[in-house]
């Protein structure tokens, strides 16, 4: 996808190394700009990461790897590097899988580089795959962003519906604006508008109305983490998305890589959920919604039950829930992973 970046036209990647400073395209800004964070330090990553400069955690893990090779060249000391970097945000697997690799690999820059493309490829796989069970004309609602900017630049959720695109399938999609922090209306409808993607933002509480209209014919989601079970966590909202498909006899697909999938779990009670500042939900644009009394819960994430999932979209293949020990089997044999 090519896009302006500081007034020159380039492919949107979300995060890169550069002139000896980790580059991460400020999700904050969009779609009123596109402007380039430069973190030059471990504390620059660690607040890029929790201030969500860059989310998604795909793009969280690969921040994390770019870092911890920077702070390896600053000199830093990296055991509290380590411990800033993975300390920011406890749902997304990837920050924990991108630490642990870049340990076994001695925070080298060129590790890095290769996680940031492994990441990359798997994305497009997974694009590639999920493209297959979008119809002619097909109807697609996603929550939250798990697009480019999630990712790097082929994104999941949205990878399967851009390679519809690509073979003129003509998709749809109905994006939910993704309360609190409006990850659908602002970035996920940006990038489908980047691509020429016909889309309309809706308000979380219309997914409903669209699905019991037959409107939908299908859900694709991201995820942050997957537990052995195929319970997963993702922004909140998902869960109550999931039940209603299948109320609704909606197929609903969550599409992740490799490293997402923290098989050291048993269930999806067992993830870590992030509550974020009160202030998410009380704002918007600066402007207080509530009385001065009033406080809020902020929940980042829910988990939605396996037996809400038709598949796992992934760079192996798609499983069902009841499969994910045979992808289990292919992760322990992949060497990246
Ligand atoms: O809080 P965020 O914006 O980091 O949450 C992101 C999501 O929930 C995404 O759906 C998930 O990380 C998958 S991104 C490919």
């Not at 400069?53 to 090779?69: E, Q, S, W």
């Not at 080298?108 to 297959?132: V, W």
Request: charged share 30%; glycine share 8%.
């Amino acid at each position: 996808m090519k896009v302006a970046i500081e007034g020159e036209v380039r492919t949107l990647v979300a995060v890169w190394f550069e002139d000896n400073v980790v580059k991460i395209i400020d999700q904050r800004k969009i779609p009123e700009s596109v402007e380039v964070f430069k973190a030059r330090n471990s504390d620059d990553i660690a607040f890029a990461i929790k201030d969500m400069v860059v989310r998604g955690a795909p793009a969280i893990g690969v921040t994390a790897a770019y870092g911890l090779a920077l702070a390896k060249m600053n000199g830093e000391d990296m055991e509290s590097a380590v411990r800033k970097i993975g300390s920011t945000r406890p749902t997304a697997y990837d920050l924990f899988k991108a630490i642990r690799y870049m340990k076994e690999n001695n925070y080298d820059m060129n590790a890095a580089r290769r996680y940031a493309n492994e990441i990359s490829g798997r994305c497009r796989k997974i694009g590639e795959y999920g493209n297959e069970l979008i119809p002619e004309n097909g109807k697609i609602l996603t929550h939250c962003n798990a697009g480019a900017l999630a990712v790097l630049d082929w994104g999941t959720a949205l990878a399967p519906i851009r390679f519809a695109k690509m073979e003129g399938k003509n998709p749809f999609v109905f994006v939910d604006e993704t309360r609190p922090r409006l990850q659908g209306a602002r970035l996920t409808a940006w990038e489908l508008a980047q691509e020429g993607i016909d889309h309309a933002i809706i308000a979380d509480n219309a997914a409903g109305f669209y699905m019991r209209r037959g409107e939908v014919d299908l859900v694709i989601v991201g995820a942050d983490r997957i537990a052995s079970n195929g319970d997963f966590a993702n922004k909140i909202g998902t869960y109550e998305k999931a039940v209603l498909a299948k109320e609704n006899g909606i197929p609903f697909y969550v599409a992740a890589p490799g490293s997402t999938f923290d098989f050291s779990l048993k269930s999806g009670d067992e993830i870590p959920i992030e509550e974020r500042d009160e202030n998410e939900v009380l704002f918007v644009n600066g402007k207080r919604l509530g009385p001065e009394e009033s406080r809020a819960k902020n929940p980042a994430f829910d988990v939605t039950p396996a037996k809400y999932v038709t598949g796992f979209i992934t760079e192996y293949g798609i499983y069902k829930p009841s499969e994910l020990s045979q992808m289990k089997a292919k992760i322990e044999r992949d060497l990246f992973m």
